[in-house]
């Protein structure tokens, strides 16, 4: 009798045929969709990246980060920096941005991976506040106040030319195209990635160390370079996504672009309503929390409290998220990454 080990089922072979056919939607929405509905889904899918890329140290590496605002603003800074300074074009400045999220994630990791549990999140928290504070001293770039990226900067664009004259588009609509298009390329790349890193071996350890790290250590696992490659690759990718989101606003201040609230506090709602631990949480979170959005935010206070309340409820009902109340009720897992072991018998081939 022969053994297999897999991961796949089929929810999950239908989910990857279901999700092929999205992305080649997804390439193809510019040519008949309206502006807005791109820049909504722009939203979408760099709030799902920041989204899975939280869940990815926290949810399945156990290090629960307050301070993921610190790569989004400095790959922001680092992009206008490459602008600015240096003259390059924005769309390749955004790889400069995921290098100083990349470096500053060095120092960082050095520091919090000596603290444990809430000390370590309020660690993290701390050290982007650090960043925050030096880089409003950064005079060049507008020190306090901000700046923006220059017309000629925005009005050149690599690709918008061409994206312009294929959809019949004017320029700003043109590079809200580039950046859709761009996040859409991050958003599938990182969760591609990551069920590949989850179903690898350092998936199983990464695993391992988030369940017990002693433990982990005593059966083999280097549990100090499993979280220190977990930790700088979502930095980088972090930054990256900091660096596109920057390019499509075109204007930074300090504030903004390391905003504990826009770029942490929401990204774990997000994560957190959908289903900390599973690839497909963030990915339903994403979604209530735009729906929300759209329906509250006009409301100012209205909008906040509808936030809290979900979020309550949530945690009281639903302790592993919309997705994990689903799954448990279903046992539908469209991203699987639990191994499983079938028997084959001489007739199965």
Do not use: C
């Not at 500053?104 to 444990?116: K, S, T, V, W």
């Not at 433990?215 to 596109?244: I, N, P, Y």
């Amino acid at each position: 009798m022969a053994h297999l080990v897999t991961t796949r089922t089929r929810a999950s072979t239908v989910a990857a045929v279901i999700a092929l056919g999205l992305v080649a939607l997804g390439l193809i929405l510019p040519a008949f969709a309206s502006r807005s509905l791109i820049q909504d889904l722009f939203f979408i899918l760099t709030m799902l990246t920041l989204a899975q890329l939280w869940n990815l140290i926290a949810g399945f590496g156990g290090m629960v980060s307050v301070g993921q605002q610190a790569f989004v603003g400095i790959g922001a800074y680092a992009m206008f920096a490459g602008v600015i300074l240096w003259g390059w074009d924005p769309v390749p400045a955004i790889l400069l941005g995921g290098l100083a999220a990349l470096l500053l994630a060095i120092p960082m990791a050095f520091f919090a991976f000596r603290l444990q549990g809430a000390y370590f999140a309020i660690g993290t928290w701390v050290i982007a506040e650090v960043t925050r504070l030096l880089v409003a001293q950064w005079k060049t770039l507008g020190g306090g106040t901000g700046t923006s990226l220059p017309r000629e900067a925005t009005s050149d664009i690599i690709g918008v030319a061409a994206i312009a004259d294929l959809f019949g588009l004017r320029d700003a609509a043109a590079r809200d195209v580039m950046a859709y298009w761009l996040a859409l390329l991050l958003a599938v790349g990182t969760m591609a990635a990551i069920h590949a890193l989850l179903r690898s071996r350092t998936g199983l350890a990464l695993a391992a160390v988030r369940d017990n790290d002693n433990a982990a250590q005593s059966v083999g696992v280097d549990a100090r370079r499993v979280k220190w490659l977990v930790f700088l690759a979502a930095a980088l990718m972090t930054g990256l996504v900091g660096a596109l989101i920057y390019v499509q606003t075109a204007r930074i201040s300090p504030d903004a672009a390391f905003s504990v609230t826009n770029w942490t506090a929401y990204v774990i709602f997000i994560a957190v309503i959908g289903g900390i631990g599973r690839l497909e949480g963030p990915v339903l979170g994403v979604l209530v929390f735009w729906a929300l959005q759209t329906a509250f935010a006009d409301y100012g206070a209205i909008y906040l409290l509808a936030l809290g309340l979900l979020a309550i409820v949530t945690m009281l009902f639903a302790p592993r998220g919309l997705w994990g109340l689903i799954a448990d009720r279903t046992g539908l897992a469209l991203f699987p990454v639990q191994r499983r072991l079938i028997l084959k018998g001489p007739s199965d081939g």
